[in-house]
């Protein structure tokens, strides 16, 4: 009985009118979470030279797979919280709710959320070009981990190569900033991770050790290119592995073309392939508010005998600059893993 009711929900979702009223998103492109630097979320509030910004969104979920019954649910509720001191200083801190609200045939429920401390850092900016992080922020390696919040992202799932291949969370210190090169941004990043993750989520991977550089180019308007190099230790796996990434986005008037690639290695023992995957992402503009996205992966897992290949197709709605909902099917080959196949689809609001 519910399995229908969800295709309904997920359905209504995408075609009715807008829940809110907001300025469209132009040419899909994708504003800063509120509570950061956007103009979304509650007015600024001045204090003796201080600003401080709250806002957040949250995420509703519907699933329909072969793996798994049928749900719809509330996943997640983020709050935002940033500051800015009139020097060089500024901080930000982001609290998610998450798995609020169930309905599943059997097993729904609406006691099983958690508090998760996803970012809580301290920035102080010497220059453009320097700037120091400290404290607990989003593993800077890929694409798709810093930017991963929903109200960011073309689609509900997040590429397999992104999950589990590293902790998506480190508690340490980055030196960071922008560099012009011949008329080009240059962003860079240096970090490091002693372990002791800060309010660690309870059975997400952690580092127990971490080193790791992130470079990304601005190649003219459109495209950007980045490298990342990352050589680290998880808590309660004492192997050392070293992982490489490139990944890139072109992005133009509501097209865009994007992708990952990762391959990790054991280091320090014999130097071998461990786990190593990618993804390739396009989304074409078929209004100015919906989107179609297709995306290919493939993936080769620690200890899997074949690769996974998984393909996504789905639309996305950009409604406004608060409201944007997705639909997508994944279909895999080889999926001994069970990665879930079939329908998902979601609600994001900024608030």
């Known amino acids: 009985m519910i399995r229908p009711l969800i295709r309904v929900a997920v359905a209504v979702t995408l075609l009715s009118p807008p829940l809110l009223m907001a300025q469209p998103a132009a040419d899909g492109e994708i504003d800063p979470l509120p509570g950061e630097s956007s103009g979304l979320g509650l007015p600024p ?33 983020s709050l935002i919280g940033s500051w800015q001191s009139r020097q060089a200083w500024s901080g930000l801190l982001e609290l998610e709710l998450k798995n609020l609200v169930r309905l599943q045939p059997g097993n729904s429920s609406a006691d099983e959320g958690r508090p998760v401390l996803e970012r809580a850092y301290l920035d102080y900016a010497r220059s453009d070009a320097l700037q120091l992080r400290a404290g607990k922020f989003l593993t800077p390696i890929g694409r798709w981990n810093p930017l991963h919040a929903a109200p960011l992202t073309w689609t509900t799932s997040r590429p397999l190569i992104t999950e589990d291949t590293f902790p998506t969370n480190a508690t340490g210190a980055m030196l960071r900033g922008v560099l012009p090169i011949r008329g080009q941004a240059l962003e860079w990043a240096a970090w490091a991770s002693p372990g002791e993750e800060l309010f ?25 290119l980045g490298l990342s190099l990352a050589d ?44 190593e995957g990618l993804y390739l992402q396009a989304v074409a503009p078929l209004s100015p508010r919906w989107f179609l996205v297709l995306r290919h992966e493939s993936f080769d897992s620690a200890g899997a005998l074949d690769d996974l290949h998984l393909t996504l197709g789905g639309l996305t709605l950009r409604w406004s600059r608060s409201l944007v909902g997705k639909l997508e099917y994944r279909r895999a080959t080889e999926n001994a893993a069970g990665v879930p196949e079939g329908w998902l689809g979601s609600l994001a609001v900024l608030f």
């Open 45 to 77: 509030l001045h204090l003796g030279g201080q600003v401080f910004r709250l806002g957040g969104y949250l995420e509703a979920v519907a699933a329909d797979t072969l793996q798994a019954p049928a749900r719809v649910g509330l996943d997640r509720v």
């Open 200 to 224: 660690p989520e309870a059975r997400a991977k952690t580092f127990n050790e971490a080193y790791g550089l992130r470079l990304i180019q601005d190649l003219g308007p459109y495209w950007q």
């Open 232 to 275: 680290y230790e998880e808590a309660g796996d004492p192997t050392r592995k070293t992982l490489y990434s490139a990944d890139f986005r072109f992005a133009a008037k509501g097209w865009e073309l994007s992708g990952e690639f990762a391959h990790r290695v054991l280091s320090r023992t014999t130097q071998r392939a461990d786990e």
